[in-house]
């Protein structure tokens, strides 16, 4: 029996970070190692370059996640681990998208909104790049007849827009995209550790810790992590902002509960969470450190596995690209 396809991709726009494991790549191992989907799983190149990025630093991002994926347990003998840019037919099939999307739903996208800093209507450092992302993210999926995409709640938005669209166009050319549906997954909300009222970013070094950060580094982070003028050790995002945070961080990593923490902790004080915090962090991803070391001392061999993959992706995506084109008419 054929397996639903299941795709997803991320970004290479620096280091992943604690907040990225969490929220997508720990899921994506799971759901490779379920055995319940055909995954795909790609390095999203091309969205990266809407933000402002260095042309000479884009090939390390690149191989920086691919040796992430793999460090992580995403096996390319499992999953297709593929480049986004190395296969023609997304951004073509974006262009074609772009002629059946309304130009209000797209202006209506939060993270347009977000990213373009749009206000009153007026569009200020947005380009057209960011403001067709969702069409090129649709393309992403519909290019291999996904069936399911694990997403945040931050991206419903943009894969319901992909249904849209998808539905747009069988009713107007004929049956031949599949309607994706979401695959929620939970996604921790981790806050910097420098200032706990904000999410975690890269943009932040100091209040960011990044899956690969060597132990001493960690520790020197956490040690400057903000908690408050208390000493009670106690579960309150409310009142206690970065206690909470740290017990977030320790309560995912370690799968016991914050409650089962607040008890672990009773009459000890923020230096010696903040050490147990480290430890934890330091030691649930010192296999990934390891692997990932190990493969990137071989770029060419890591080279060599996207290539292939995206090699046959684009094989499999060009047929696809071939059949929507006859259903509009196009070629002779």
């Not at 370059?49 to 991002?61: A, G, M, R, S, V």
């Not at 067709?132 to 519909?142: K, Q, R, S």
Request: a positive charge.
């Amino acid at each position: 029996m054929k397996k639903p396809i299941l795709i997803s991709g991320i970004q290479p726009s620096g280091r992943l970070h604690l907040g990225n494991y969490l929220g997508a790549l720990k899921n994506f191992v799971e759901l490779q190692n379920s055995g319940k989907y055909d995954c795909y799983f790609f390095i999203a190149d091309l969205h990266s370059i809407t933000e402002d990025f260095n042309p000479k630093t884009k090939p390390e991002q690149i191989l920086e996640v691919a040796s992430t994926f793999i460090a992580a347990g995403l096996d390319p003998k499992k999953s297709t681990i593929f480049l986004q840019s190395q296969v023609p037919a997304s951004t073509e099939l974006a262009w074609i998208l772009s002629s059946i999307a309304p130009f209000g739903e797209l202006r209506r996208m939060t993270q347009f909104k977000e990213k373009g800093n749009v206000t009153d209507g007026e569009e200020i450092q947005a380009n057209v790049g960011l403001f067709t992302y969702p069409l090129l993210m649709a393309a992403d999926i519909l290019l291999y007849d996904a069936n399911v995409v694990p997403v945040g709640d931050d991206q419903l938005q943009h894969l319901e827009l992909t249904r849209t669209l998808a539905r747009k166009f069988n009713n107007h050319f004929g049956e031949i995209f599949i309607e994706p549906k979401a695959l929620l997954t939970p996604t921790p909300r981790l806050m910097s550790l420098s200032d706990p009222t904000r999410k975690m970013s890269k943009s932040e070094t100091s209040g960011c810790l990044f899956i690969d950060d060597e132990p001493g580094v960690i520790e020197a982070k956490l040690k400057k992590a903000v908690t408050d003028s208390g000493n009670v050790i106690k579960y309150d995002p409310l009142n206690k902002a970065g206690v909470s945070n740290l017990l977030s961080i320790m309560s995912t990593l370690s799968g016991k509960s914050t409650e089962a923490l607040e008890n672990a902790f009773k009459g000890q004080n923020y230096g010696e969470l903040k050490h147990a915090v480290s430890d934890t962090v330091a030691d649930y991803f010192k296999p990934l450190r390891d692997k990932k070391s190990k493969l990137l001392k071989n770029p060419r061999a890591m080279a060599k596995i996207i290539s292939s993959a995206s090699k046959k992706t684009a094989k499999l995506a060009a047929i696809k690209l071939t059949s929507v084109k006859k259903l509009l008419g196009l070629g002779i």
